[in-house]
């Protein structure tokens, strides 16, 4: 099959998916205890002539199938609803926040897939030595911690006891000043946050990392290399890290779903103005549009995270055609 | 030669007995405040200190390994049965039953676990039974895509022949002769399911989703969100109780899955 085709199809694939997702989002609503009106609404004293809207818009009082195609009908026009606790519409609310999350989530996984892959390849030049003993016993460790108590610990530490570097939030859009000693103050703000999110993921990419490594160094193709005077780097590069891509692209692509979820957590420990953290404070206001509004975006990151991993997958292992 | 038992299995099996014994090993409700607010460990009669409502850190950790355990275990034990139920059905039917199973359970690996257990409890309310429920429907699929592997592998097996030819019927055949052929990878599985729970528990508590009644890890590192720049212990205790049990459970399974794999024997 061509990769236009295969692309394609995997996307006629994710259709169903995403569907599911939304016709589940409606069920949560019709079985949330008490009225649905008040997960459509959320539970904050809305206008009376807003309710009504709602009910007529959505058919609250028409059978289950009109009301679900009234919804998807909502969902499809991008219309998420009205947060009474922001007073905005949830779209443009998490729309507003989405920049800060993309920024926290890109660079806790840049630099996990850096630090993981150069982490997995040290450790596998010599099995069973130092430098792979303690790669596997940190990534052991590291894999078992809630990483948002990671980012309590980093707080305590480079923050509280320290004083190195701020605790909460981002750069203060007044008062950081331009050019290069801005970027250093965003960077500040940003380097704790991203360093607890990112450890799961060193863990995780040092982990396949390793493992497919051991497994080229044994082959053939490579004693071949060192006869012909390869240097070491050279095979790590040109040989091992070539054939061990694909597994590395699956791992992080099919964790898209726990970075995410490790964002809300991680956002809400440093008080990062990100998607993460408004699920936590929709949560605390029971503002159920906006919930629901970030798990649609969140199911649908997921589909699509795993859509582009498929693809990238196939184009880079030429054993899947 | 005998061997002495694991390391992991040991400190697992205390646990559970510390849980057990909660209420024997510290009497009393660990959730009663007292006076003595913010203590530092070390205190007269408080060893881990105090929180901010004057509660003793380590009668709250003790009864929180309840919560962690319970829904560990109760939700890695449902989700168990339900994917073993649908594996099994999937792996030894085949065709249609075979292909919903499969794109059930796909649909369930692409939800994002976490954020919809947390909107789930949101809405629904708190509540440890609903905790259990919401983390094993969503983490029965893995278990079903193994449990179906090996069944459809084994469908066609002389000792299957054997007991079909001896009358006994599918459902029989299945429960006595199959499965236990196949428990050794479901329960390193399994396994690896608790750790996975205790962290998604420990992540509710934190989003204050915990039962208000009952201490919890989880809920204890929400707290001490506000108190980290005065009472580190508050945070440090609790996060140090969640990675020690999950790193338990985890070297559980690995140890389990190195034991019974027959290359390393």
Known sequence: ???????????????????????????????????????????????????????????????????????????????????????????????????????????????????GVLLGLLAARREGGWVDRAVRMGSTAAYALPEFWVGQLLILLFAVHLGWLPSQGDAPLRGTPPGWEGVLVSASYLLLPAFALALRYVALIARITRARAVEVLRAEFVLAARARGASETRIMLDHVLRNAAPAIITVIGYNAGFLLAGSALIETVFGWPGVGRLLFDSIAARDTPTMLAILLMVSATVVVANLLTDVMHRLLDRRVH | MRRAPPLPLVGVLLLIALALGASWVSPGDPLAGSADALLPPGSAGHLLGTDDLGRDMLAMLIHGSRVSLAVGLASSGVSLLLGVLAGATAGWLGGWADAVVMRISEFFQTLPRFVLALIVIAIAGPGIGKVILVIAVLGWPQTARVVRAEISALRGAAFVDAARLGGMPAPLIVLREVLPQIAAPVLVLAALDVATAILLEAGLGFFGLGDPNLASWGAMLNEAQQYLRSAWWMSVFPGLAIGITVLLFNALGDRAAAALDPRGA
């Not at chain 1, 006629?12 to 649905?36: K, S, T």
């Not at chain 1, 195609?69 to 606790?85: E, I, M, N, P």
């Open chain 1, 1 to 115: 099959m061509s990769l236009p085709a295969y692309i394609f199809r995997r996307l006629l694939h994710a259709i169903p998916l995403l569907l599911a997702v939304a016709v589940m989002n409606f069920m949560l609503i019709a079985l949330a205890p008490g009225d649905p009106l008040t997960a459509l609404v959320g539970d904050f004293p809305a206008p009376a002539e807003y309710v009504a809207k709602v009910r007529v818009d959505y058919g609250l009082d028409k059978p289950m199938p009109v009301r679900l195609v009234r919804y998807l009908g909502h969902l499809a026009q991008g219309d998420f609803g009205y947060s009474f606790a922001n007073r905005m519409p949830v779209a443009t609310l998490v729309w507003e926040r989405l920049g800060a999350t993309l920024r926290l989530t890109g660079t806790a996984l840049g630099s996990a897939a850096l630090l």
